[in-house]
């Protein structure tokens, strides 16, 4: 732990921090009550406000604001006036002065900005956790939009890591919510996302990959960088007119006769993007998602990006057509298959807590149905139950409520689930094409080949064995050794009270014989095997105890 001016600082704020909303519904929700020791609810005059920890986490600095940012996306784990009142931060932070986009803009680029550009607008157009955007115009007089990233952020997240890091380790190993959740691990995921977003480069490139697998969408956008003008700390991109499409109004959403060919074409879009592509927009809330003067939609702030293997991406399209179908069982079975278990895993359980949820939101209409929250829901009944879910299904359940969202602000009646089955069958076809390139054939006839020329040498060898009566069978158990250690024990132990049984059996023959040697008035050898036998029954008692309950208290359920 370190002890500097900074660490000390922050120790502080998030003691405070923990301390005022440990005590509050907020942390009562969340059902982490033995990790915090709330006990006694506040005061009614004391409730907290749900914007008092937006204002809480925007005065910490940009890495809580990216925090806020996350949980405004997680009704599994907040309500929902904390979830709103996080939203604030998606799109409405304190702007950093010009005079430091100046200075920045001019150390990456190597020019000054009126060098660079015929126009920059001084006021920002936009102000997020890590940066902020400005209008400007190139020298041929083309409209773009700046990114330019906040001064000194990348030291002062990588201190507030470091606070972050040590405080997670403690609960891990202290808490049993730590030791549920996995703090630590969730920690390290948020430090690459961020890391990813911090470098324009990378999102530079993430703005012409995802451009290119979207162009067979007619009505999607995805504005492209400039490459001479991009570096880590500055993206210079296209400009899109239009506006954001939580600032549609209701004059504007009757005007709007695309809504619901938008979309569709954009659920369809995102479902490609996660199960064939691999690659995909991880953070489109409703602030970054333009319509455009022209009626499209237009795709912004790609610094955050999911990216998923094929083995996942099947895994991932199995779990999708479960629950929009309804079958609880089989989500449940996915689930299982892609996730770590722990000791205390309760299978039937988690099976009957899955088909509860799925069954939950079925009843309630396919158009009504959340995917993106049932999926959330999921996996916070799988970590309740002692499964650890890959990070790509919490990442997917997050882009999918926030995609449901934008979705019912373009055609309230849109219906997800209906979509999710009018395009799966072009998916899979689309995956299968995918996957039937030369390279996987060549590997597959190969394969085959391998196979079918040595079938039958390896046929003959097994017809010999069995021929010979010599087949044999070789079993191995995971747990042999220490189910073979425990039965050691147990004959041990049961050795040992047949010698303690025996000894006591001959000091009571003895007793009814006379002899001159006697101790404390009774015969002595008959006293001594009697003294023996009761030393080592209290020896094997003293054994139980110690090497056994630690066992116990480690495995409860034994």
Avoid at 29 to 34: A, G, K, Q, Y
Avoid at 94 to 108: G, I, Q
Avoid at 269 to 284: E, M, N, S
Avoid at 499 to 518: H, K, Q, Y
Wanted: proline fraction near 5%; charged fraction near 25%.
């Amino acid at each position: 732990m370190k002890l500097s001016p900074n660490h000390l600082k922050r120790y502080r704020q998030i003691a405070g921090l923990l301390w005022k909303y440990g005590r509050a519904d907020l942390v009562q929700h969340m059902d982490v009550e033995e990790g915090f020791d709330v006990r006694e609810p506040m005061p009614t005059a004391e409730k907290i406000k749900p914007e008092q920890l937006a204002d809480d986490l925007e005065a910490m600095g940009p890495t809580y604001v990216k925090l806020g940012q996350v949980l405004a996306s997680r009704p599994d784990l907040l309500p929902e006036p904390y979830l709103k009142a996080l939203a604030r931060l998606q799109d409405k932070v304190k702007p950093f002065s010009f005079v430091e986009v100046d200075e920045t803009v001019h150390s990456e680029l190597g020019v000054r900005i009126s060098k660079a550009f015929s126009r920059f607008d001084h006021e920002p157009l936009a102000a997020a956790s890590l940066g902020q955007v400005h209008l400007a115009a190139l020298r041929d007089g083309r409209l773009v939009v700046v990114k330019v990233q906040r001064p000194h952020i990348r030291q002062q997240i990588a201190e507030d890591f470091e606070v972050l890091a040590e405080i997670a380790a403690f609960l891990d190993e202290h808490t049993e919510i730590g030791r549920r959740t996995r703090f630590a691990r969730l920690l390290e995921e948020f430090r690459i996302t961020i890391q990813q977003e911090l470098n324009y480069e990378q999102e530079a490139q993430n703005l012409i990959t995802v451009g290119n697998n979207l162009k067979e969408f007619e009505l999607l956008q995805v504005p492209q960088p400039i490459p001479d003008y991009c570096t880590r700390c500055v993206l210079t991109m296209d400009y899109v007119r239009g506006k954001k499409i939580t600032s549609l109004g209701p004059l504007d959403r009757l005007d709007m006769t695309k809504g619901g060919p938008l979309a569709e074409e954009i659920f369809k879009a995102y479902l490609k993007q996660i199960l064939v592509d691999g690659i995909f927009h991880a953070d489109p809330h409703p602030g970054n998602v333009f319509i455009t003067d022209g009626g499209h939609v237009a795709l912004l702030d790609l610094g955050m990006v999911g990216r998923i293997g094929p083995v996942m991406q099947e895994k991932l399209l199995k779990l999708i057509m479960a629950i929009s179908s309804g079958n609880g069982d089989d989500a449940a079975d996915i689930i299982i298959h892609m996730s770590e278990k722990m000791e205390e895993f309760d299978a039937i359980e988690f099976h009957r807590k899955v088909s509860q949820q799925v069954s939950l939101h079925q009843d309630q209409g396919l158009q009504q149905l959340n995917l993106g929250k049932t999926l959330l829901e999921v996996t916070a009944d799988a970590r309740n139950n002692g499964l650890f879910v890959p990070a790509e299904l919490v990442l997917l359940g997050k882009t999918l409520l926030q995609l449901d969202e934008v979705g019912r602000i373009l055609d309230p009646k849109f219906d997800p689930n209906a979509s999710i089955r009018r395009n799966m069958d072009k998916l899979i076809s689309q995956r299968l094409y995918k996957d039937a390139t030369k390279g996987n054939i060549f590997t597959s006839l190969l394969e085959m080949k391998d196979f079918v020329s040595h079938l039958p040498v390896r046929l003959n060898r097994i017809m010999d064995v069995l021929t010979k009566a010599e087949f044999e069978v070789n079993v191995k158990a995971v747990d042999a050794p220490m189910v073979m250690e425990g039965m050691q024990k147990i004959a041990n132990r049961i050795a040992i009270s047949i010698v303690l049984a025996a000894l006591i059996m001959g000091a009571s023959l003895l007793m009814r014989i006379e002899t001159s040697f006697r101790v404390l008035g009774y015969p002595g050898l008959a006293f001594l095997l009697f003294a023996s036998a009761a030393a080592g029954a209290i020896w094997l008692i003293i054994t139980i105890m110690i090497y056994d309950r630690p066992k116990r208290k480690k495995h409860p359920h034994l």
